[in-house]
């Protein structure tokens, strides 16, 4: 029985390309593994298959080697197991076929060449990317229209587009120096023409009138229900359908248009219910000859105490990606730096945006102000515009002839940076994935110049953790781009690894000896010379990758900062008030953007310290650093080759190539889930006015209300807590009074600036009140330990959802109901997450709307039929296990 299900499969499938799409799956029915089989083995992937007696799906999209195999699951397994009756019979299998017997009969042998052929066999579990909770938002008051820049420019450019006035984005009447400034790049003729971009998100409305012209169907795919177009199905589904019209909205008469509106999407859906692994790699790689860039907003739990990162499968995929994708010049991959900031967290704390291969962008809002949900790490390299100080993204919205005006959170300033990469793409499009990135470090403007948090870095640019480099000005990327010269391919440094006082850590990372953490931290260093540089082909340096291994009882109270030769200091890890997690950082990789272009000679220090509280502790047990950067000669370029995350410390000496055997037994993937404060999120995000005078990563938190030259209210307080007060507002009057002197100021700058005097009118202070949303709270509530076989990424999407029905989430979480949290002693998970210890299953939080709120939109009616609970998009996740 087994071996014809795997010939005949084997028969029908080619071995050298995936399929036209993804099949589907159904994890109720079957348990899914990923081989990773060794194409130079003894043993072909015939033998393989045939030997576990497993059955071939396909190959695991664009990832080579890896493929996709499954068996009748019916293996149910007690409450709270760890294990999976499989690969403990296959590990025991292997174990001995290794065993070091020198006479072995002829199955023995067999058996051996198999296991040896294996470099890898991992179960697929379903985990759930969740989204965030969406507030109940009052229906922005339709505006009169009036005589403002914004007509003018739509006269001009022939935009007919009802909501482009209010598209403030990119035409910011109120203060003209703040917007992305795209529309100089339309009047040169680059509207992103060729160019398509990948929503990896919820669904996408391929059939809203401004988006159907735009939309490329190739490029797109359903992980969540595995059909061929990512509809939205869901009542939430609104996500992607937003993010896309940000990019690619079309020059209609519908809502507004995109910044790239002449580019086109795809809708990759991966959020709107639980999916593998190797689904949301195969997602990360659909179509990367055709798609350029991949725009995600989502990520780990934003709640201040959680370390995740891509489990090694993905970042296989993300790696493919960036050598393989866009015919070698690298897909783009744009991540949303999160939106944990008022919970302290920071995005080095996630392994996709302190990834050296995405692009991480925060948010500013229509001020230029810092919006108090927007992650701040030596890893942002850029800021774009997004919600706050009582504006919001106005964008398409799902249904016909729909537009939203309440889209934001770093979720919609990442899809703004993705627009503007596809107007630079569109005129040069040869530009490789790390161009990209050097063009942000380039061009990337600096605001709110007297903001404690800049600095100046070596190559003399100013940097700061809260907005990158600066923010993103189209028509200066754009026109940089058009002379830009391409870099030279990309090389590093892997320095050696100091182990400090025989610290030491095990694949179960259990840590030993180190250097206690003293008052006044811990110093180490490491020295890199100019034959270090030689010999390695370095010409440049971008980013630097710095790896700890640090045991403590509180990881919150731990930071970490490294010192360049030059002096320049990058904080890595800041302090995190609700980081309670006891398994320290075991190997954990920060990024630092801050030290681009720097000359990287001499010595290197990085210091670890603590709050010198009693009752928690921790010591520092060693480190290593990778320096990334471009070629000398281009011709002896290595091809970098992604090592597996889960070693001890220090690292074992290096072995001879694969096959390795044995040492390092394939494990199931292990599940992950985490916690998140209630509520750490408060209420009215938009309507929460930002800052521009706070650094991110200080001592002691600055005084609180401090109000600044431009009379900025608190955070906590906002300007418009709701229309009523709003009016009674003191602070209004002097807010206003402050906008007008900024107004001043600024309608100059812009007058000179884009040299086209004579299109701005006064009188559009009172918008400040009528654009007003109320925002309502967004109480976020955790929900705990239904599955625990799920590990959670969330939209970025401060308030972008607007929906009523959240009953419907929680039984999203009731169906996810699974006890798969296995934990085979080492883990899968990208850099070895927190969580040493198994945790109590968790489900995901669910969001909790505060329903005291009245402010209701009146747009129910439009929720799809699959709404509500119970589709079938949620149910393969409950009958999973
Ligand atoms: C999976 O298979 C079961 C049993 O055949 C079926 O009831 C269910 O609808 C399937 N689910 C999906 C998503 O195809
Ligand atoms: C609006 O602008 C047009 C020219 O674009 C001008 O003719 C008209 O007088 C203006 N209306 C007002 C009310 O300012
Ligand atoms: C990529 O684009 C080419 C040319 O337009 C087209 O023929 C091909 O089908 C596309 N492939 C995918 C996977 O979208
Ligand atoms: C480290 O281990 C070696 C050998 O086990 C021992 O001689 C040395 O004293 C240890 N050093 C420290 C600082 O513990
Ligand atoms: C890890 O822990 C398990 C059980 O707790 C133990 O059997 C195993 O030997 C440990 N592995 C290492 C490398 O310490
Ligand atoms: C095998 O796969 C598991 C799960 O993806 C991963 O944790 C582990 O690091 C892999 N091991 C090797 C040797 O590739």
């Known amino acids: 029985m087994k071996l014809p299900l795997g010939l005949v499969a084997l028969l029908l499938i080619p071995l050298t390309a995936h399929a036209v799409?993804?099949?589907?799956?159904?994890?109720?029915?079957?348990?899914?593994?990923?081989?990773?089989?060794?194409?130079?083995?003894?043993?072909?992937?015939?033998?393989?298959?045939?030997?576990?007696?497993?059955?071939?799906?396909?190959?695991?999209?664009?990832?080579?080697?890896?493929?996709?195999?499954?068996?009748?699951?019916?293996?149910?397994?007690?409450?709270?197991?760890?294990?999976?009756?499989?690969?403990?019979?296959?590990?025991?299998?292997?174990?001995?076929?290794?065993?070091?017997?020198?006479?072995?009969?002829?199955?023995?042998?067999?058996?051996?060449?198999?296991?040896?052929?294996?470099?890898?066999?991992?179960?697929?579990?379903?985990?759930?990317?969740?989204?965030?909770?969406?507030?109940?938002?009052r229906p922005e008051p339709t505006n009169q229209q009036k005589n403002t820049s914004a007509h003018i420019v739509a006269e001009r450019l022939g935009i007919l587009d009802p909501e482009f006035p209010q598209q403030w984005h990119l035409v910011n009447e109120e203060f003209p120096m703040h917007m992305v400034n795209a529309t100089p790049v339309w009047e040169m003729g680059i509207t992103g023409e060729g160019i398509i971009a990948a929503m990896v998100d919820d669904g996408l409305d391929y059939e809203s009138e401004d988006l159907a012209e735009n939309f490329d169907a190739e490029g797109s795919y359903d992980f969540n229900d595995h059909v061929p177009l990512p509809k939205p199905v869901l009542f939430d589904d609104h996500h992607g359908t937003r993010c896309a019209g940000q990019i690619a909205a079309g020059k209609n008469n519908v809502c507004g248009v995109g910044i790239a509106y002449k580019s086109k999407v795809a809708g990759i859906r991966i959020l709107s219910g639980p999916i593998s692994d190797i689904d949301e790699a195969s997602a990360l790689n659909y179509g990367f000859q055709n798609t350029s860039i991949y725009s995600c907003s989502w990520g780990p739990p934003d709640d201040g105490r959680s370390m995740e990162g891509p489990s090694y499968l993905i970042q296989k995929a993300v790696v493919n990606g960036i050598l393989n994708g866009r015919g070698g010049k690298g897909s783009i991959f744009v991540f949303a730096s999160g939106n944990g900031?008022?919970?302290?967290?920071?995005?080095?704390?996630?392994?996709?945006?302190?990834?050296?291969?995405?692009?991480?962008?925060?948010?500013?809002?229509?001020?230029?102000?810092?919006?108090?949900?927007?992650?701040?790490?030596?890893?942002?390299?850029?800021?774009?515009?997004?919600?706050?100080?009582?504006?919001?993204?106005?964008?398409?919205?799902?249904?016909?002839?729909?537009?939203?005006?309440?889209?934001?959170?770093?979720?919609?300033?990442?899809?703004?940076?993705?627009?503007?990469?596809?107007?630079?793409?569109?005129?040069?499009?040869?530009?490789?994935?790390?161009?990209?990135?050097?063009?942000?470090?380039?061009?990337?403007?600096?605001?709110?110049?007297?903001?404690?948090?800049?600095?100046?870095?070596?190559?003399?640019?100013?940097?700061?953790?809260?907005?990158?480099?600066?923010?993103?000005?189209?028509?200066?990327?754009?026109?940089?781009?058009?002379?830009?010269?391409?870099?030279?391919?990309?090389?590093?440094?892997?320095?050696?690894?100091?182990?400090?006082?025989?610290?030491?850590?095990?694949?179960?990372?259990?840590?030993?000896?180190g250097d206690p953490i003293v008052p006044g931290g811990v110093h180490s260093s490491m020295t890199v010379t100019k034959d270090m540089l030689e010999q390695n082909n370095f010409a440049k340096l971008e980013h630097v990758n710095v790896r700890v291994w640090i045991s403590h009882t509180q990881r919150g109270d731990v930071e970490v900062e490294i010192t360049s030769p030059k002096g320049i200091r990058s904080v890595l890890a800041g302090r995190r008030k609700y980081d309670r997690d006891q398994g320290g950082f075991p190997g954990w990789r920060f990024m630092s953007v801050k030290h681009w272009d720097e000359d990287p000679i001499g010595e290197w220090s990085i210091r670890v310290s603590d709050q010198s509280s009693e009752d928690h502790s921790g010591r520092f047990l060693g480190w290593s650093m990778t320096l990334w950067g471009s070629s000398i000669d281009a011709k002896q370029v290595k091809t970098f080759v992604l090592k597996d995350p889960d070693t001890p410390f220090p690292l074992p000496p290096p072995v001879p190539e694969q096959p390795d055997t044995g040492s390092a037994p394939p494990s199931a993937s292990t599940t992950k889930s985490h916690s998140k404060p209630t509520a750490h999120l408060p209420g009215d995000h938009g309507d929460a006015e930002g800052e521009a005078d706070k650094p991110a990563f200080s001592g002691a938190s600055p005084p609180s209300s401090g109000p600044t030259a431009t009379l900025t209210p608190t955070a906590d307080e906002g300007w418009f807590p709701s229309m009523a007060n709003l009016v009674a507002s003191q602070k209004w009057v002097f807010g206003a009074i402050g906008a007008v002197v900024i107004f001043g100021i600024s309608a100059g700058i812009f007058f000179y600036w884009r040299r086209r005097p004579g299109f701005l009118r006064k009188g559009k202070y009172t918008s400040l009140m009528t654009d007003d949303v109320a925002m309502g709270s967004i109480d976020q509530e955790q929900r705990s330990s239904l599955g625990g076989g799920t590990r959670t990424k969330e939209l970025y999407d401060a308030f972008g959802e607007l929906s009523d029905d959240e009953d419907a989430n929680e039984e999203t979480g009731l169906h996810s109901q699974r006890n798969d949290t296995r934990n085979t002693g080492f883990h899968s998970g990208f850099l070895e997450d927190d969580d040493a210890t198994p945790l109590e299953p968790h489900y995901k939080d669910e969001p909790e709307l505060d329903h005291s709120r009245a402010d209701r939109p009146p747009d129910d009616g439009t929720r799809s039929p699959g709404s509500g609970s119970g589709d079938g998009s949620w149910v393969h996740a409950s009958e999973g296990r």
């Open 341 to 513: 900031a008022a919970s302290g967290d920071q995005c080095n704390f996630d392994g996709y945006t302190n990834s050296i291969y995405s692009v991480t962008v925060a948010a500013i809002d229509y001020k230029g102000l810092h919006p108090y949900y927007s992650e701040a790490c030596a890893a942002n390299m850029v800021v774009t515009y997004s919600s706050g100080s009582g504006k919001n993204i106005v964008t398409t919205d799902v249904g016909q002839n729909k537009c939203s005006h309440i889209h934001g959170g770093t979720s919609a300033a990442a899809p703004n940076a993705v627009g503007v990469f596809a107007l630079a793409l569109a005129a040069r499009p040869e530009l490789t994935w790390r161009d990209i990135q050097h063009l942000c470090v380039r061009t990337a403007q600096e605001i709110n110049p007297d903001d404690p948090d800049w600095e100046t870095t070596a190559a003399g640019r100013r940097f700061s953790y809260k907005y990158g480099f600066g923010s993103l000005n189209a028509y200066e990327y754009v026109k940089a781009a058009q002379a830009w010269t391409l870099v030279t391919p990309q090389t590093w440094i892997e320095m050696p690894a100091i182990q400090i006082s025989n610290g030491t850590m095990d694949l179960n990372r259990t840590m030993t000896g």
């Open 21 to 137: 799409a993804p099949s589907k799956r159904n994890h109720s029915t079957h348990d899914y593994y990923v081989l990773e089989h060794d194409p130079h083995g003894s043993a072909s992937l015939e033998e393989v298959v045939d030997a576990l007696g497993l059955e071939l799906v396909e190959q695991a999209w664009e990832l080579q080697n890896h493929w996709i195999l499954r068996r009748p699951g019916r293996h149910v397994q007690a409450p709270h197991s760890n294990a999976d009756d499989f690969l403990d019979e296959f590990n025991e299998w292997r174990s001995r076929t290794t065993s070091t017997s020198q006479d072995l009969k002829p199955p023995e042998k067999r058996a051996r060449l198999v296991a040896s052929s294996i470099r890898n066999l991992s179960r697929q579990h379903l985990r759930q990317r969740v989204k965030r909770a969406p507030p109940p938002v």
